[in-house]
C-alpha cells in the first residue's frame, strides 16, 4: 500500500510561490495516476493538477493554468507542485492523491485510491 506525505504549505502574500512536496513509500508509482487536489470549507475536494507518472503527461484545472507546475521526480518517488502568482481564492488544504487503476487522468477525487493528510495553503491579499 502506498503512503503519501506531503509538505510544504503555508502562509504568503498574493503574488508569492510556494512549492509542496509529495512524498511517497510503500511501492513503486509505476503506472499510478498522481494529482494534487485542493478543499476549502465551502467547496468540494477538486482537482488542481495531474500528471502520469510513466509518461509525465499533465493535466491542469484551468483555475491553474500558467500559474502552477506539476513534476515528479523518479528517484525519489516525489511529486511537486510549483506554486506562483498565488491569489487569495487558492487558500485551501492540499492533498497528493494516488491513482493506481486508471490508463487516463481522472478529476474526479473518487477515482484516487490513496491520499496523503493534507497540507494547508494560506494566501493573503
Known amino acids: 500500500q502506498v503512503q503519501l506525505v506531503e509538505s510544504g504549505g503555508g502562509s504568503v502574500q498574493a503574488g508569492g510561490s510556494l512549492r509542496l512536496s509529495c512524498a511517497a513509500s510503500g511501492g513503486t508509482l509505476t503506472g499510478y495516476v498522481m494529482g494534487w487536489f485542493r478543499q476549502t470549507p465551502e467547496k468540494p475536494r477538486e482537482i488542481v493538477a495531474a500528471?502520469?507518472?510513466?509518461?509525465?503527461?499533465?493535466s491542469y484545472a484551468d483555475s491553474v493554468k500558467g500559474r502552477f507546475i506539476i513534476s515528479r521526480d523518479n528517484a525519489k518517488n516525489t511529486i511537486y507542485l510549483q506554486m506562483s502568482s498565488l491569489k487569495p481564492e487558492d487558500t485551501a488544504d492540499y492533498y497528493c492523491?494516488?491513482?493506481?487503476?486508471?490508463?487516463?487522468?481522472?478529476?474526479?477525487?473518487?477515482?484516487?485510491?490513496?491520499w496523503g493528510q493534507g497540507t494547508q495553503v494560506t494566501v493573503s491579499s
Open positions: 500528471v502520469r507518472w510513466s509518461s509525465g503527461v499533465t
Open positions: 492523491a494516488a491513482d493506481r487503476r486508471s490508463a487516463i487522468i481522472n478529476q474526479m477525487a473518487g477515482t484516487y485510491d490513496y
